[in-house]
């Protein structure tokens, strides 16, 4: 039996392609070869049918005319991973509690500025930056109120920002979380899902930022920076020119987190190499 509608199927042109990722380079520093067009052409076809578009040519040019940053945040969502876990990579935040916080509060008390400032960029449905506020909250214990302590949580895509909002995971998903802190800061949401609780859910800041963005609107300097698994789609003089940022944009002292399989430029100065994937700033 034949359907009697009809649903959009686009082609796209080797020019329409070159355009498009041009642009995806420039705006949010995905590098897509030719070899991507395929791949690129299926993924970004609901987005086409859903504007009715009638073709790559019209994508490009909405693209160009907005000006909220929706649609590029859309298509972020579309071309990029989201994927993530509690508790991925867990050597880091074994380190973040066992050495980084240690060291970092004592610094901070000899200067009498009790303030820690931790930004997870690229921090994708929360899991990353919620984990480290949990991690801060243990960590202090009683004397966490006189902190000004907390997590900002950056990602250009607006949608995983929404999850990371209503902090609902499925339940299973937080079997890695050490028993004391998934028992403390989770709570039952229903049969399928848990959620974190509002105690550290007001500690974690979720904003749209792209990391393209030459001028971030942050005033402060951050003690910590985690951008991991971020940068893997990024060619290396965007990686490199997003590092020295992050190397601007901390404390010396502070740390630096990428993934395990990123790696840093060796020429990239002001930081030195502690543990796989975690710098400080000299
Ligand atoms: C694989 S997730 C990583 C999540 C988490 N950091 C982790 O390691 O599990 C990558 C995230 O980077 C975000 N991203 C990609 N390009 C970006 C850009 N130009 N600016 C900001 N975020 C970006 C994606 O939207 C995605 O949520």
């Given at each position: 039996v034949q359907p009697n509608f009809k649903i959009p199927s686009y082609t796209i042109t080797e020019e329409e392609f070159s355009q498009l990722s041009r642009l995806i380079y420039q705006k949010i520093g995905i590098f897509l070869p030719p070899t991507k067009m395929p791949l690129m052409t299926v993924r970004l076809q609901k987005i086409l049918t859903s504007l009715g578009l009638a073709s790559f040519s019209e994508y490009y040019n909405y693209l160009l005319n907005d000006k909220s940053g929706q649609a590029l945040s859309l298509l972020a969502t579309k071309i990029s991973t989201n994927y993530t876990y509690f508790y991925r990579e867990e050597a880091h935040f074994q380190y973040f509690k066992d050495e980084v916080l240690p060291f970092l509060a004592q610094k901070q008390k000899q200067k009498g500025e009790l303030r820690l400032r931790i930004w997870t960029a690229g921090c994708s449905t929360g899991e990353e930056p919620y984990m480290l506020a949990m991690l801060l909250k243990e960590y202090f214990g009683a004397e966490y109120p006189r902190w000004d302590a907390g997590v900002l949580a950056t990602d250009i895509s607006a949608d995983v920002l929404e999850i990371a909002q209503q902090a609902i995971y499925p339940k299973?998903?937080?079997?890695?979380?050490p028993p004391q802190i998934r028992h403390k800061y989770f709570t039952k949401y229903d049969d399928e899902s848990v959620q974190i609780i509002d105690e550290i859910r007001k500690d974690v800041t979720l904003r749209r930022y792209?990391?393209?963005?030459?001028?971030?609107?942050?005033k402060l300097p951050f003690q910590v920076i985690f951008c991991r698994?971020?940068?893997?789609?990024?060619?290396p003089p965007t990686r490199s020119g997003l590092i020295s940022r992050f190397v601007n944009l901390l404390e010396p002292g502070g740390y630096l987190f990428i993934g395990h399989s990123e790696s840093i430029d060796?020429?990239?100065?002001g930081i030195k190499p502690l543990i796989p994937a975690v710098y400080q700033k000299v």
């Open positions: 299973d998903s937080i079997e890695r979380v792209n990391l393209m963005n030459l001028n971030p609107p942050f698994n971020v940068m893997i789609y990024f060619d060796r020429n990239i100065t």
